[in-house]
């Protein structure tokens, strides 16, 4: 039988706030357990939640760029269940009435196809904190820094048909969110959580099968790995004479597989009802119309301006816009003197290698926009050749310097002076007579001979166009 | 000395008749004497008393007073008071000292105020006579084996038996009017949103409101000064400028427009409470206002209203006393699900517990549109009657509670009794308005509330109408003989 893949995601990413949804405390990563937690978060006697209007705009924006429905009134709701990372024994959610209504977006598939994935809703709510359950010797540990950290649930349509338009999707938020400058994009540290629900079914049959809730997914290469390994479990569940059950279940990265967390009949009756300590978000024109005009460049739009006005190839506009801040790298070369589509190749080809072995972000490079523009300049106007340009781009990498600096301490310098290129030139052909008679009885081959001499002569700095140019006019003279 | 209004001492103070230091020395030795019989206060902070008063005589020094600087006054164990303990009346929070102060508890003491101690209550305000308090019952100062009322029963006996020249309270269901009425005090409850809520420990958020409990409207007027007002800290807080209350108390009530909503004087009002409330009536009358005979069609259903939205919010803010943070832990839990089931089993009253469990009953996926959908469809028509009524009228009046103060343990077996006692003060938490309750003539030597009821935001208005009453009646002057005995 063949098995059609039918996906739908809830992403929840933490939005870039500086304090916390509900309370004043800071939403910074990695501080000291339990010292970023002030007593709203801790859900003291008394205490009540005041909205930060930073995460409604966030919201805001993600909406405006979804194309999606944008709420004149959500509500906040609380979701109430026990847990001691929950201090208050209730989530505020929102859950009727969320903020951002119905959208889309549209993904880039490796065939080169583009497919409109719908978007359901995208609700804001406040994160729970964290249990550590090793290093207490039987007991668990409680960190809060993270309650009341913002997040947006942004919950997608069933409409992927396989794990490779799932992943494009989850890229495609990913890129969109950081783009936004709403969220930091961060897998590692928890700032953007993927939960996947997969369901297959008989390809042709209309009914979506029965699906499992994926939890705990915090790479892209891990999800790819989780939903392969669900996608094969229900296969064989099925095909075995058996039935998926609906059910959470939880990723192992380090076993690779995925195993049962609560089932259907297990789950908690949230109890959801409007929160009484808040008010409704209302939404004015105004407000919505000055998200509109404080959006950020898409990344669609950003890949067809590359096109236009940088002349640049599909792919490659596509590729460096991949990200903000490599889309941001590369006009930055362009703004220092680059040629934009030198540019274009040193930034994703040359830069994105030496990061990619080095094993650094964009953000760490060693070499900035500004230096690798000023060596860019230099291979355009002819100060170096472009062979030679890898070993400033080297030394520059190490900390040598600029450009300009690095040229002149190795001598790098192209001999640009026909002068002085014809004296070497004239040297090789009197010390080679066998080969130039061979060369002028036909063997024309023989020129790379000659062109390795001048370069070794010169350690490769005489400008190649010259070097040829005059030998052929001295050879076939 | 303690016989005297807000506006008395203070003045005296001000004259240098005697200090802060020993008005307050005064009601502590009232309070040492009297409350192990009364027992109105859960906690007493005398050295902290003391220090306040001794600021307060130096702002009265520096001719730095306000009207209530150095004013001895009890705060409800409601309000979170930093370094005190704030018990809620419960065991939950018996061990839990509040690492900060409520906006009422901060704005009083700008003011000038003296805090006494704080002051007993029914256990997280649920109940109508103060015995659910884990710190026992607070006796009614009128007589000793009746109850004083709930859930503010500890700060009307306080004001009533003179431990205190004031007390704050709290009123989701008319916990400030009705103990307010049995004990024979002024008890406003202002228009939801006029006082902040924070650091007040919630029962139920969409109804919570704080208030004033006082011998006078004139003395509440003061009192509400200082807590009303906008605090960023509390979403649900009015951003609306608060007038002057004292200014327009002597106001004519000329022409005012009263309504006596039928619905309130019907079943269930005892005869001789009928007849107090008719002569204060009558009062008004002669002072120029003039009586509208009005109807409230949905009055029947605010008691059962209440009694699933109150539940419903308190199952869920109840949820953060769970042992792990603060407040009461079992010994030795077995594990997560024994931590939770035992320290809330035993640190929770009967009461408590009934209404956690109606609440959440109530929010359960396939109750939830019966029960919570349909109370809120219910809410909005009571508010609608309201509405209409003020359409017409610019006061609404009637009794504070159907009967006066009843005995102890007389309806603790009944819950459902007990909840009618609350019947004609539940409807003015679920939509909303302010509500005052002062001292009409007693029957048989217990005081008798007249309850008025105004529009939003008409807390001046309804203490003018108040003010002038007392003004007239000698009523809330009365005070109970405390060397009786019961």
């Known amino acids: ?477 | 000395m303690h016989d005297q209004s807000i506006v008395e001492l203070g003045a005296a103070l001000r004259a240098g008749e005697f200090s802060s230091v020993e008005l307050t020395r005064h009601f502590m030795q009232r309070v040492e004497r009297l409350d192990g019989d009364l027992n109105a206060l859960i906690t007493t902070t005398p050295e902290q008393a003391l220090v306040e008063a001794g600021s307060a005589d130096q702002a009265i020094k520096k001719g730095q007073a306000g009207a209530l600087t150095g004013i001895p006054i009890v705060q409800k164990d409601i309000f979170c008071t930093r370094g005190v303990k704030t018990s809620c009346g419960s065991k939950m929070l018996d061990n839990f000292v509040s690492p900060y102060d409520a906006t009422v508890v901060e704005r009083l003491r700008q003011a000038g105020v003296v805090c006494l101690g704080k002051a007993n209550m029914d256990e997280f305000a649920m109940g109508s006579s103060n015995e659910t308090s884990f710190y026992g019952p607070v006796r009614n100062p009128w007589d000793r084996e009746r109850v004083p009322g709930g859930s503010s029963g500890g700060s009307a006996a306080a004001v009533a038996a003179r431990l205190a020249v004031a007390a704050t309270g709290t009123d989701t269901g008319g916990s400030i009017r009705q103990p307010a009425a049995l004990c024979g005090i002024t008890g406003l409850k202002p228009t939801y949103g006029r006082v902040s809520r924070f650091g007040m420990i919630a029962f139920a958020s969409s109804l919570d409101q704080a208030g004033p409990m006082t011998r006078s409207a004139e003395d509440a007027a003061l009192l509400l000064q200082a807590m009303a007002g906008f605090d960023p800290r509390d979403s649900t807080c009015a951003n609306e400028t608060v007038p002057d209350y004292s200014s327009t108390l002597r106001d004519s009530l000329e022409g005012l427009k009263i309504g006596l909503p039928r619905e309130y004087f019907g079943e269930g009002l005892d005869p001789a409470v009928a007849a107090s409330i008719q002569a204060a009536i009558h009062l008004y009358e002669r002072l120029g206002a003039r009586v509208i005979d009005i109807s409230l069609p949905n009055a029947g259903l605010a008691v059962p209203t209440y009694y699933v939205v109150a539940p419903a919010e308190c199952s869920s803010n109840l949820s953060r006393f769970d042992g792990v943070r603060f407040g009461y832990r079992c010994e030795e839990p077995k594990d997560l699900e024994d931590l939770y089931k035992r320290s809330r089993g035993e640190g929770f009253g009967a009461e408590v517990k009934r209404r956690i469990m109606i609440g959440t009953y109530a929010l359960s996926a396939g109750y939830y549109d019966a029960y919570y959908l349909k109370a809120q469809q219910t809410r909005h028509l009571i508010s609608d009657d309201f509405k209409q009524a003020f359409e017409q009228v610019d006061v609404i009046m009637g009794p504070t509670t159907p009967t006066t103060a009843f005995g102890l343990g007389e309806k603790m077996d009944d819950p459902v009794t007990m909840y009618l006692n609350d019947i004609y003060t539940i409807a003015a938490n679920l939509a909303g308005l302010p509500g005052i309750s002062l001292p009409a003539e007693p029957v048989n030597g217990l005081p008798v509330g007249l309850q008025i009821i105004g529009n939003y935001f008409t807390e001046a208005k309804i203490l003018n109408v108040a003010h002038r009453f007392q003004q007239e009646t000698e009523w809330h002057e009365l005070t109970p003989d405390l060397n009786k005995q019961s």
């Open chain 1, 1 to 477: 039988m063949q098995w059609e893949t039918v996906i739908g995601l809830e992403i929840h990413t933490q939005l870039a706030t500086k304090s916390k949804i509900f309370s004043g405390a800071s939403t910074a990563y990695g501080a000291e357990p339990n010292t970023q937690a002030c007593i709203v978060d801790l859900g003291f006697p008394g205490v009540l939640p005041v909205l930060n209007e930073s995460a409604v705009d966030m919201a805001l924006k993600f909406g405006v760029a979804v194309d999606a429905e944008i709420a004149s009134r959500s509500v906040f709701a609380r979701k109430n269940y026990f847990y001691p990372d929950l201090p208050k024994g209730y989530q505020i959610s929102q859950f009727e009435l969320p903020i951002v209504g119905k959208g889309s977006l549209t993904i880039d598939l490796e065939d080169g196809s583009r497919k409109v994935i719908g978007i359901t809703r995208a609700h804001l709510e406040e994160d729970a904190g964290k249990s550590l359950h090793e290093d207490f010797h039987g007991m668990s540990g409680i960190d809060l820094n993270r309650t009341g950290t913002p997040l947006l649930e942004i919950v997608s349509e069933p409409d992927m048909r396989s794990i490779k338009e799932a992943v494009a999707y989850a890229r495609r938020i990913h890129q969109l969110v950081v783009y936004l400058g709403i969220c930091d994009g961060n897998m590692q540290e928890g700032s953007f959580r993927i939960d996947a629900n997969l369901s297959i079914r008989p390809f042709g049959q209309e009914a979506f099968g029965t699906r499992t809730e994926l939890k705990n997914i915090n790479s892209f290469r891990f999800m790819e790995r989780a939903l392969n390994f669900e996608r094969e479990r229900q296969i064989d569940l099925i095909e075995g004479g058996g039935k998926v059950v609906q059910e959470t279940r939880l990723y192992d990265a380090d076993r690779d597989e995925t195993r049962s967390m609560r089932s259907k009949e297990e789950a908690n009756d949230y109890r959801y009802f409007p929160d009484p300590d808040l008010l409704p978000v209302e939404i004015t024109d105004q407000r919505l119309q000055s998200a509109k005009q404080g959006m950020p460049e898409l990344p669609d739009q950003k890949r067809q301006r590359f096109e236009s006005a940088y002349s640049l190839s599909q792919a490659d506009a596509l590729m460096l816009t991949q990200s903000r801040q490599q889309a941001d790298f590369f006009e930055n070369v362009v703004a220092s003197g680059g040629d934009a589509k030198m540019a274009a190749n040193w930034v994703t080809a040359e830069l994105a290698g030496a990061l990619n072995k080095a094993g650094l972000e964009l953000s760490q490079s060693p070499v900035t926009a500004e230096r690798l523009g000023g060596l860019l300049t230099r291979i355009a106007d002819n100060t170096i050749s472009g062979k030679l340009a890898k070993q400033v781009f080297e030394a520059m990498w190490n900390g040598e310097g600029d450009a300009d600096e690095v040229i002149q301490a190795k001598g790098l310098k192209q001999i640009t002076d026909s002068a002085q290129i014809e004296s070497i030139i004239d040297e090789i052909i009197a010390a080679n007579p066998k080969q130039v008679e061979q060369f002028r009885a036909g063997k024309e081959k023989l020129l790379g001979f000659f062109v390795g001499q001048v370069m070794k002569q010169t350690q490769g700095k005489a400008n190649p166009g010259q070097v040829n140019q005059i030998l052929l006019g001295k050879l076939r003279a």
